[in-house]
T-cell receptor
């Protein structure tokens, strides 16, 4: 069945270093991918998204890369800061023949720990 | 302020006692959805609604009901809650079902 998974449950990085969080997906028909950040006690917060007709998209300090050949998605955070400590989820928006199905499938999440 | 609100934020109840968790959004979004979040299982979609009077099952709809009588509200109903429905619940809304904006969450405990 469809699944969206993250490679590592926890990632620990030094403040100022770059972070790379990975995600693998299994549905080759998916059209749209999103990264969310969830801080303790809060709901997931949108970070950045990418459509399947792109392979890279940049935001402020974040970059998402999409490799459709191997069904792999990654989130890169430049100059990681203590405020980046959170759980990061990738999500896959399922599209069907008539467009957006409305279904969103989340990965398990990677906890990013930033060491001062 | 654009937001998704949920009530209550915390609820402890007993098995079999019907409950409703409300969700409201002020962004005029067409799409709304409910998720539950459990340790080790991530976020799983319960139900979603692409528009008023249109609802569809997500991945884990058993034991839940929803209604979408008006655009801004999307209540989640547990007719007969059971302990396995103890979880953290999130409501979300979206203009078209892609980028979703989440509420603060409702922590439900069923004894």
């Amino acid at each position: 069945g469809e699944s969206v998974g993250l490679h590592l449950p926890t990632l620990s990085v030094q403040e100022g270093d770059n972070s790379i969080i990975n995600c693998a997906y299994s549905n080759s028909a998916s059209d749209y991918f999103i990264w969310y950040k969830q801080e303790s006690g809060k709901g997931p917060q949108f970070i950045i998204d990418i459509r399947s007709n792109m392979d890279k998209r940049q935001g402020q300090r974040v970059t998402v890369l999409l490799n459709k050949t191997v069904k792999h998605l990654s989130l890169q955070i430049a100059a990681t800061q203590p405020g980046d400590s959170a759980v990061y989820f990738c999500a896959e928006n399922m599209w069907g023949g008539s467009g957006n199905t409305g279904k969103l499938i989340f990965g398990q999440g990677t906890t990013l720990q930033v060491k001062p | 302020e654009a937001q998704v609100t949920q009530n209550p934020r915390y609820l402890i109840t007993v098995t079999g006692k019907k409950l409703t968790v409300t969700c409201s959004q002020n962004m005029n979004h067409e799409y709304m959805s409910w998720y539950r979040q459990d340790p080790g299982l991530g976020l799983r979609q319960i139900y979603y609604s692409m528009n008023v009077e249109v609802t569809d099952k997500g991945d884990v709809p058993e034991g839940y009901k929803v209604s979408r009588k008006e655009k801004r509200n999307f209540p989640l109903i547990l007719e007969s809650p059971s302990p396995n429905q103890t979880s953290l619940y999130f409501c979300a809304s979206s203009p078209q079902g892609d980028t979703q904006y989440f509420g603060p969450g409702t922590r439900l405990t069923v004894l």
